[in-house]
């Protein structure tokens, strides 16, 4: 979408400033576009914060070095946890909605100004969080479960920061409405836009449960009330707090769908069974938050059986869903694009050299076999009494969150930084190579922190070797090797996010203009070395023979397999018979 002449057209009554985009043929509304890049800049700066936040922290756990006090570990991860859950994966998330919406749908967004407005909101919000977070007055964790009471700024700021996001969402169904009224496009909206409308209707459902803890939690911090229960708050809170993750996972498939869209020209092997998955994530995601609450006392085995059995395994078949779809999308793609001897020719020539689609490929296979199995073993209620305090959990978050959603962000931005910022990647070796080295690095946080999960090691206490205890206490030796491999593992992926954010920055100040000329280079190596239309457009792959993709799904069926049986072995061994 490089620049081109500024136009004004009038749509529905209503003057709008529009380029056209050379390499697609797209009309991008520029109130549209400048909304995208400030909540795109802000959410990499949120990253950036939130990144040396999570080093620090990862420096502290491993015991070699053990870097911060009790009390300023317990502080910065909690701004950890702010800054890389909440704002940078919503900033970003309010950029794609935008793109989803307006540019793909060639249409004005609706309501600028409330966007605008969402977006300050936003921005205060952080802000007043963090410094709440910072002055030391509020180191309750991500969860801030209650009693334990921050300073009101610290639920003051989240609930601004929402309520802006809310607004967001706002704005994208209202674009959403004009470019059908105004029939911007023909037929169904794309997938793409799809999945952002599935992220957008959980991100209400999401706010809408926030607002019913957080602001009676604010009260409370203020003295107006003077009583919140412990598990009603856990309960509610976990109904904003898993399903924000499933705002992330609906962005995330869709960001996947439009970057090999773009760079390969794939379209899905079904757009009725993928649209399907999609809406048993509406359906059925947000009842996995049980599994958050397996240990509480106070919910019946029934509810908890229900929630993280029967509904939590159709919200697992529609990743599974994707899971198929989305590389065997790739493969049709690729057989078409010439690359038909052997089984896997169209994966070793795939474009691995261009960031965008390897690290759209790696947080899909990070998020599939890290992350999806991980997550179904700790909906089981039996295994997830082993794993449901120790650093199991977080290494799972990471699996979730950064492998899969960071990752697929990351990739994203590398096409929109020609498309929207209409400025070339610089530095096209560290930028080939970024994606391999965050992914290596949080593969292995991943995996070391599920590691030392499995042997016990409790999940937010600041020093595993209990220096200061009263009582001693040791953990098996292998322990303390997983939290050193934890650390280099954190260090690893520190370099690769820090390049992430210098490439971008860079690229934004310092990049070559892109124009008609350059848009193809600028988009990296692509074997059709064109950008396809097949990211605005319905369709269907019109093939189903993909032997590649179905020796791919056996060796994650196998796996998933294999590793969930050995964690019943391991419950077995708690309770021996006889």
């Given at each position: ?171 994208f169904l209202g674009t959403l409405v004009i470019a059908k009224e105004e029939k911007t496009y ?48 856990k309960l509610v809170w976990w109904a904003m707090g898993h399903s924000s993750q499933q705002i ?169 930084l020609p498309l929207i910022f209409q400025r070339e990647v610089i530095w096209p070796t560290l ?148």
């Amino acid at each position: 979408m490089a620049i081109a002449e500024a136009e004004t057209g009038v749509i529905g009554g209503i003057a709008a400033k529009f380029r056209t985009c050379p390499a697609t043929g797209l009309k991008i509304d520029l109130a549209a576009e400048k909304l995208i890049k400030v909540n795109a800049i802000a959410a990499v700066v949120f990253l950036l914060v939130g990144g040396v936040f999570g080093l620090l922290v990862a420096l502290t756990r491993w015991p070699a070095v053990h870097l911060l006090s009790a009390d300023m570990f317990y502080l910065v991860l909690t701004a950890h946890g702010l800054d890389v859950l909440l704002l940078w994966i919503i900033f970003f998330e309010m950029a794609v909605l935008y793109f989803a919406s307006a540019v793909l749908l060639n249409c004005r967004l609706a309501g600028p100004k409330i966007a605008w407005l969402g977006f300050i909101l936003m921005v205060v919000g952080g802000v007043i969080t963090n410094i709440a977070v910072l002055q030391g007055e509020s180191s309750v964790m991500f969860t801030s479960y209650v009693p334990m009471k921050a300073s009101p700024n610290f639920y003051l700021g989240i609930i601004l920061f929402a309520v802006g996001a809310l607004l967001g969402c706002f704005v994208f169904l209202g674009t959403l409405v004009i470019a059908k009224e105004e029939k911007t496009y023909e037929g169904s909206i794309p997938l793409v836009t799809f999945g952002a409308l599935t992220a957008c209707i959980i991100a209400i459902f999401t706010i809408a449960s926030g607002a019913i803890i957080l602001v009676p939690t604010w009260l409370w911090s203020l003295g107006y009330i003077s009583h919140i229960d412990t598990l009603m708050y856990k309960l509610v809170w976990w109904a904003m707090g898993h399903s924000s993750q499933q705002i992330n996972v609906s962005a995330q498939v869709a960001i996947w769908y439009a970057i090999i869209a773009i760079t390969v020209g794939a379209k899905p092997l079904s757009e009725k069974v993928s649209r399907t998955a999609f809406l048993m994530y509406i359906l059925f995601l947000q009842l996995a938050c049980a599994h958050h609450l397996l240990v509480e006392p106070g919910l019946s085995a029934e509810w908890k059986v229900f929630n993280t059995s029967y509904a939590m395994y159709l919200a697992v078949l529609g990743s599974l869903i994707h899971g198929m779809t989305v590389p065997g999308a790739i493969e049709a793609a690729q057989h078409k694009n010439g690359f038909v001897n052997g089984v896997f020719e169209w994966l070793r020539k795939a474009p691995w050299g261009n960031p965008a689609f390897a690290g759209m490929f790696l947080s899909l296979v990070l998020f599939g076999f890290l992350g999806g199995i991980s997550g179904v073993v700790l909906g089981t209620e039996q295994i997830n009494l082993l794993l449901h305090n120790t650093l199991y959990v977080p290494g799972h978050f990471h699996a979730t969150v950064v492998a899969g959603t960071t990752l697929a962000f990351m990739a994203l931005t590398y096409l929109v930084l020609p498309l929207i910022f209409q400025r070339e990647v610089i530095w096209p070796t560290l930028a080939k190579w970024q994606p391999y080295l965050f992914a290596a690095g949080v593969a292995g946080i991943s995996l070391f922190m599920m590691g030392a999960g499995t042997l016990g090691v409790s999940r937010r206490h600041w020093d595993i070797t209990f220096s200061d205890a009263a009582i001693s206490f040791d953990y098996p030796a292998a322990a303390f090797l997983m939290m050193g491999l934890n650390g280099v593992s954190a260090i690893l992926a520190s370099i690769g996010g820090g390049l992430f954010v210098l490439i971008a920055v860079g690229s934004i100040l310092f990049g070559k203009k892109v124009d008609a000329s350059n848009i193809v280079q600028a988009l990296g190596p692509m074997p059709t070395k064109q950008v396809s239309p097949a990211v605005k457009e319905y369709g269907n792959a019109g093939t189903f023979h993909l032997p590649g993709t179905y020796i791919l799904v056996g060796v994650f069926f196998i796996s998933f397999v294999l590793y969930y049986f050995v964690n019943w072995k391991y419950v077995s061994e708690l309770w021996p018979m006889g």
